[in-house]
């Protein structure tokens, strides 16, 4: 079974920028599209960036053109840079293939003090 951990989350002022990482246990990320969800407190999971095998990249509209997804296929990680960050942005982030179909990771928590 394919174990996802993501990384990189903290506390951090709004303005600032995370780079969070998720790593997976067997090499998946280049047969897969793959994508960073949040969950906040009292909300439903959300689909935020995804990115194809082939590097096509699509954005929530409440994050594009301050979050970018990437990916490096020989190190089996996925990232996502995040700049310019507000205090809705405030989750617990997660990674998984899109549509998800692995279990869940522990997720990594960021919060964005105003």
């Known amino acids: 079974q394919v174990q996802l951990v993501e990384s990189g989350g903290g506390l951090v002022q709004a303005g600032g920028s995370l780079r969070l990482s998720c790593a997976a246990s067997?090499?998946?990320?280049?047969?897969?599209?793959m994508g960073w969800y949040r969950q906040a407190p009292g909300k439903q999971r959300e689909l935020v960036a995804r990115?194809?095998?082939?590097?096509?990249?699509n954005y929530a509209s409440s994050v594009k053109g301050r979050f970018t997804i990437s990916r490096d296929n020989a190190k089996n990680r996925v990232y996502l840079q995040m700049n310019s960050l507000k205090p809705e942005d405030t989750a617990v982030y997660y990674c998984?293939?899109?549509?998800?179909?692995?279990?869940w990771g522990q997720g990594t928590q960021v919060t964005i003090s105003s």
């Open positions: 998984n293939t899109d549509p998800s179909w692995l279990s």
């Open positions: 990115i194809t095998v082939g590097g096509s990249t």
């Open positions: 067997r090499s998946i990320f280049s047969i897969n599209t």
